[in-house]
T-cell receptor
Framework: ETGVTQSPTHLIKTRGQQVTLRCSSQ?????VSWYQQALGQGPQFIFQ???????GRGNFPPRFSGLQFPNYSSELNVNALELDDSALYLC?????????????FGPGTRLLVL | EDQVTQSPEALRLQEGESSSLNCSYT??????LFWYRQDPGKGPEFLFT???AGEEKEKERLKATLTKKESFLHITAPKPEDSATYLC???????????FGRGTSLIVHP
């Protein structure tokens, strides 16, 4: 167990709806990254937050947004859900942004969009 | 554009049958190459980070090596509990964005 928790574990939504996914980082970690993992694919980087500021963003549209709170927990919000948004959403926390800092992944939230 | 290709896509081994997984990469200035293990329905679990060609790291039955174009994950005398998907990722110079491969699904039969 990494100490990174995510909620909910599973979620079913319909096209056009909005969803909020939550991540609680490992104690002492100030950096959180969010990934989307489609079935049979590797994780794709969505964005990273460092000390409550967005620190980098992958190739995802603006309807994917996030927040990091003072206690370093985090949210991923997705608006106007599309069928292709169905995937496993992973968060990973680390104690910094450098390559040397190990990322610890949570178990993920599996989102199904109908 | 950074690219990571893992092969084979799937690998079936008998217990004790050693083998290697390959991760080929194209990146502008490698900062780090990462190996993760992912069990079904779970998040990836960190295994190794390699930084420069010639570097090697070991952990139990696993050994990761790095050249300028590829990395290998060698599995010596695997056990059924080594069955998982193994993911490779690279991070390029000046970027916080890691690029993952699609993974190799390993099944070890008793």
């Amino acid at each position: 167990e990494t100490g990174v928790t995510q909620s909910p574990t599973h979620l079913i939504k319909t096209r056009g709806q909005q969803v909020t996914l939550r991540c609680s980082s490992q104690s002492g970690h100030n950096t959180v990254s969010w990934y989307q993992q489609a079935l049979g694919q590797g994780p794709q980087f969505i964005f990273q937050y460092y000390r409550e500021e967005e620190n980098g963003r992958g190739n995802f549209p603006p309807r994917f947004s996030g927040l990091q709170f003072p206690n370093y927990s985090s949210e991923l919000n997705v608006n106007a859900l599309e069928l292709d948004d169905s995937a496993l959403y992973l968060c990973a926390s680390s104690s910094g942004t450098s390559t040397e800092e190990t990322q610890y992944f949570g178990p993920g939230t599996r989102l199904l969009v109908l | 554009e950074d690219q990571v290709t893992q092969s084979p896509e799937a690998l079936r081994l008998q217990e004790g049958e050693s083998s290697s997984l390959n991760c080929s990469y194209t990146v502008s200035g490698l900062r780090g190459l990462f190996w993760y293990r992912q069990d079904p329905g779970k998040g990836p679990e960190f295994l190794f980070t390699l930084y420069s060609a010639g570097e090697e790291k070991e952990k139990e039955r696993l050994k990761a090596t790095l050249t300028k174009k590829e990395s290998f994950l060698h599995i010596t005398a695997p056990k059924p509990e080594d069955s998982a998907t193994y993911l490779c990722a690279v991070q390029a110079g000046g970027s916080y964005i890691p690029t993952f491969g699609r993974g190799t699904s390993l099944i070890v039969h008793p």
